[in-house]
């Protein structure tokens, strides 16, 4: 049993510390709450008896953020750290995790690390068991659905730091015209464009392990309306109506 209380109210004194005007740390916020709701949903849809976990990889999943955004004030781990690995190292290695739930048992802490570490990155490390593998797809899968909302509250300005002269203007690069076909992520290097952004979160789509997360991002209906890009450039314009026709 995993005190959700108390990881609330830990997580509540953690953040206070951050500037929850900034809207950058305020969106950090909500997405971890909801996370570990998503989480939970899929974890009890998957019938498993520990969702207790489960929430709590979603509550503790980007503990790293509000450390990056004070030391390297950027999201961006390129320029700055990995912050699933980060965030891990703060609990697992720093003593942060004893703050928020002392009580883990070894397979638990197992668990909410490897989960963590995974979080955000192209594939599983190779080597993990099954248990650990699931938790890791159950975070993966929850954090992906509340990107397709936040893609959709901030503007795209704000998340790719690019004009919205170039948003409107630019074109689909062909690698990643490539990935959407073959129902693929899109590696990072491969996005030259503001379009290329769009299309990249749009295929996270395809990364979705559980059918139930499919069903709950078609139901919240946000990658539909990211699917509706307005766009000038006629060449994207087809590109997305190709997409809107072959997304689900
Ligand atoms: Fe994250």
């Not at 959700?4 to 909500?30: S, T």
């Not at 883990?104 to 963590?116: A, M, N, V």
């Not at 689909?172 to 769009?198: G, N, W």
């Not at 307005?230 to 109506?241: D, I, K, L, V």
């Amino acid at each position: 049993m995993i005190n959700r209380e108390g990881v609330r109210e830990a997580f509540r004194k953690y953040v206070a510390a951050y500037d929850a005007e900034d809207p950058k740390i305020r969106l950090k916020i909500d997405h971890t709450y909801r996370v570990a709701a998503l989480c939970e949903r899929i974890a009890k849809s998957l019938e498993i008896r520990n969702t207790d976990l489960a929430w709590l990889c979603g509550m503790l999943h980007d503990i790293g953020r509000f450390e990056q955004i004070r030391r390297y004030h950027t999201f961006v781990d390129a320029i700055s750290v990995d912050h699933a690995e980060f965030g891990a190292d703060l609990l697992f290695r720093e003593g942060l995790l004893e703050r928020f739930s002392p009580d883990l048992s070894e397979t638990e802490r197992r668990i909410l690390e490897t989960s963590i570490r995974n979080h955000s990155a192209y594939r599983l490390q190779p080597g993990l068991g099954e248990a650990e593998i699931m938790y890791c797809n159950i975070l993966r899968d929850a954090d992906k659905i509340d990107i397709f909302r936040v893609n959709c509250d901030t503007p795209l300005e704000e998340i790719y730091n690019v004009t919205t002269e170039e948003l409107r203007t630019s074109a689909v690069s062909p690698a990643v015209k490539e990935c959407f076909l073959q129902h693929t992520a899109v590696l990072r290097k491969l996005k030259q464009t503001a379009a290329d952004y769009v299309v990249g979160h749009l295929c996270l789509t395809f990364e979705l392990v559980y059918p139930v997360s499919r069903e709950i991002a078609k139901a919240q209906g946000y990658v539909d309306k990211l699917l509706d890009f307005p766009t000038e450039n006629p060449e994207t314009r087809e590109c997305f109506a190709y997409m809107k026709e072959h997304m689900w």
